[in-house]
């Protein structure tokens, strides 16, 4: 997996920082660390597992440590933290900025900035925003919307329908996050997040057609920037020799990312509206999700207790 990264300025422009000091422009100062540390450990002189790819928070209790040592021992522990080279320290709160700090930032060229933030709510907020940014990613082939809340990936092959269903779709209420190329992030462990390349954000390809602006045509609240995948459809030719599923009960997954995410594969022929098919998938989902499963409720009623016995 490729290593990705964010430059500085980007970082900056979220969070709102005040640059105090930068050894050169931050545009070209990277990122690639998606975890944000508290160096309280090793001002004290414990310098065991500090990685110094993390951006490091000085809070309220980190400079009223500083504040409690004589100028001589501020400036030994300063020095120990800025000559580990972090990637960028952030004082918060806007407390003060020791002149050690500035002094040993610009021999070693760390990056310091300034926020107004309380410490607890940067932190927070910074790991959501690197989370997505540094995420491990892949682009699929395919088509995303969301449906009543619900992220759906479409995938299959190439003239199947994914655009013209998205369209039924958009007019339909529901909303574009990506067309043609989807980029995928694994932004946790439980979580993977679509959206669209910026330079092709908005757009569809109708075939006869042809490109379209979906904001344009169908307004502002037709396309959504990100959404969660909740649910894989996989559309494909209807197979006369395929058994496709009737009940549901099957729990199909497909790995994305090392994510097991749902799946269903759903057949296309003349005559089926796939956009309406598509909005029962979607709420039938969310009701997997909230415990209720129409199809084992039906195998209850019959008194059968399995797929095989229906």
């Known amino acids: 997996m490729p290593q990705f990264s964010v430059p500085l300025s980007k970082v900056i422009e979220k969070m709102k920082l005040e640059v105090v000091y930068a050894p050169r422009d931050v545009k070209d100062i990277p990122i690639i660390s998606a975890e944000v540390n508290r160096p309280g450990l090793l001002l004290t002189g414990y310098d065991e597992y500090f990685d110094p790819r993390r951006i490091q928070i000085l809070g309220m209790a980190e400079v009223g440590y500083l504040q409690t040592l004589s100028e001589n021992e501020r400036r030994s522990h300063v020095h120990t933290l800025l000559a580990a080279h972090p990637s960028a320290i952030i004082v918060t709160r806007n407390l003060e900025i020791f002149p050690e700090i500035i002094e040993f930032a610009t021999k070693y060229e760390v990056p310091i900035l300034h926020s107004s933030e309380s410490t607890s709510s940067m932190m927070s907020t910074l790991i959501s925003h690197l989370s997505v940014d540094l995420a491990p990613r892949i682009t699929r082939h395919g088509v995303m919307v969301e449906v009543y ?162």
Not at 210 to 221: K, T
Not at 223 to 240: I, R
Request: hydrophobic fraction near 40%.
């Open 149 to 310: 809340g619900e992220g759906i990936l479409i995938l299959g092959e190439s003239g199947v329908g994914k655009s013209e269903t998205a369209v039924e779709l958009v007019k339909r209420g529901h909303r574009l996050i990506a067309d043609d190329a989807v980029e995928l992030r694994r932004v946790s462990d439980r979580t993977i997040l679509g959206t669209s390349p910026e330079n092709i954000r908005h757009f569809i390809e109708l075939r006869g057609v042809g490109i379209i602006n979906v904001a344009r045509v169908f307004g502002s609240g037709a396309v959504k920037l990100s959404e969660k995948v909740d649910l894989v459809v996989e559309l494909e030719p209807w197979d006369k020799t395929k058994n496709y599923s009737r009940t549901g009960l099957e729990a199909n997954t497909i790995d994305i990312l090392g994510i097991a995410l749902p799946c269903t594969v759903i057949p296309v022929m003349p005559g089926r509206n796939l956009a309406v098919v598509l909005e029962a998938a979607s709420i039938n989902n969310r009701q997997k999700k909230m415990g209720y499963n129409a199809a084992k409720e039906l195998l209850a009623n019959l008194g059968l207790q399995d797929d095989e016995e229906a």
